[in-house]
C-alpha cells in the first residue's frame, strides 16, 4: 500500500471465526490488556488485504500463517475512519476460518508475549467492543488505536497557564475519547455485517 502520508492509511482487520462453534477469536490490546479486539494492522507495501489479514491475525492471535487468504472481492466490508488530526484509515474487513483446536495447537507465535487470546461468541464479542467506549482516557501507542494523543505537560504554572493547561488536558482526553468510541462503533458495525452475512442478527446488549 502506499506511504503517501497525504492518503489513507489501509488496515486488514480479521474476523476469524470458527466453522464448528460459529465463535470468534479475539486478543487483548498492548495498551490496554484486560480489553479485547479483533486481530488488524497496516497492510504493507505488496500486500493484498486479504494476505495482511492472515498476516496479521497469525502475528497478533497465532492462526496458522498458512490459511489461504480472501480475494479482495470476499472482503466482508471496507469502512473509512476520517481522522481530523493525522491520516484517515480504510479498514479491509475480511472473515478468516479456522477450527478452534487448531488455533489451540500453536503455543507460540510473533506476539503470545504481548496479547493474551480468546474465543467468543458475537453476544460476547460485543460486549467486549462496547467496553472500548467506556475505559478512561489515557495516552497510548496500541497500534488498535492510531492516533495517540499527546499529554499535556504537568509541570506548567498554576494560574492562567494552569487553566489553559485543563482546559486543552479535557480537550485532548476529550478527543482521544471520541477515536476509541469511533473505532468501537467500527468493530461493532463489523461484527452485525459479519452476523447478516450468516443469516443472524445481533441483539443489542
Same mark, same amino acid.
Given at each position: 500500500?502506499?506511504?503517501?502520508?497525504?492518503?489513507?492509511?489501509?488496515?486488514?482487520? *480479521?474476523l476469524v471465526c470458527s466453522p464448528l462453534t460459529g465463535r470468534l477469536l479475539m486478543v487483548t490490546s498492548r495498551a490496554h490488556p484486560?480489553? $479485547?479486539?479483533?486481530?488488524?494492522?497496516?497492510?504493507?507495501?505488496?500486500?493484498?488485504?486479504?494476505?495482511?489479514?492472515?498476516?496479521?491475525?497469525? #502475528?497478533?492471535?497465532?492462526?496458522?500463517?498458512?490459511?489461504?487468504?480472501p480475494e479482495d472481492l470476499q472482503r466482508l466490508m471496507m469502512l473509512a475512519l476520517p481522522s481530523k488530526k493525522k491520516r484517515d484509515s480504510v479498514w479491509h474487513v475480511h472473515v478468516l476460518e479456522v477450527n478452534e483446536d487448531v488455533v489451540e495447537c500453536?503455543?507460540? $507465535?510473533?506476539? *503470545?508475549? #504481548?496479547?493474551?487470546?480468546? $474465543?467468543?461468541?458475537?453476544?460476547?464479542?460485543?460486549?467486549?467492543?462496547?467496553? $472500548?467506549?467506556?475505559?478512561?482516557p489515557s495516552s497510548t501507542n496500541d497500534n488498535h488505536l492510531d492516533d495517540p494523543v499527546e499529554l499535556v505537560n504537568d509541570h506548567?504554572?498554576?494560574?492562567?497557564?494552569?487553566?489553559?493547561?485543563?482546559?486543552?488536558?479535557?480537550?485532548?482526553?476529550?478527543?482521544?475519547?471520541?477515536?476509541?468510541?469511533k473505532k468501537a462503533g467500527a468493530m461493532e458495525l463489523a461484527l452485525r455485517q459479519f452476523m447478516e452475512s450468516r443469516g443472524r442478527v445481533l441483539e443489542n446488549q
Open positions: 500500500m502506499t506511504k503517501d502520508k497525504t492518503e489513507p492509511r489501509h488496515v486488514a482487520v *480479521s484486560d480489553l $479485547w479486539i479483533f486481530p488488524k494492522g497496516g497492510i504493507e507495501e505488496g500486500e493484498s488485504s486479504g494476505q495482511a489479514a492472515v498476516r496479521e491475525s497469525w #502475528e497478533e492471535a497465532g492462526t496458522p500463517p498458512s490459511l489461504a487468504a500453536i503455543e507460540q $507465535w510473533p506476539e *503470545s508475549h #504481548e496479547r493474551k487470546r480468546a $474465543w467468543f461468541t458475537p453476544s460476547e464479542c460485543l460486549l467486549n467492543i462496547q467496553e $472500548w467506549s467506556k475505559i478512561p506548567a504554572e498554576e494560574g492562567d497557564d494552569g487553566d489553559e493547561r485543563r482546559d486543552g488536558e479535557q480537550q485532548k482526553k476529550g478527543k482521544q475519547q471520541q477515536k476509541m468510541e
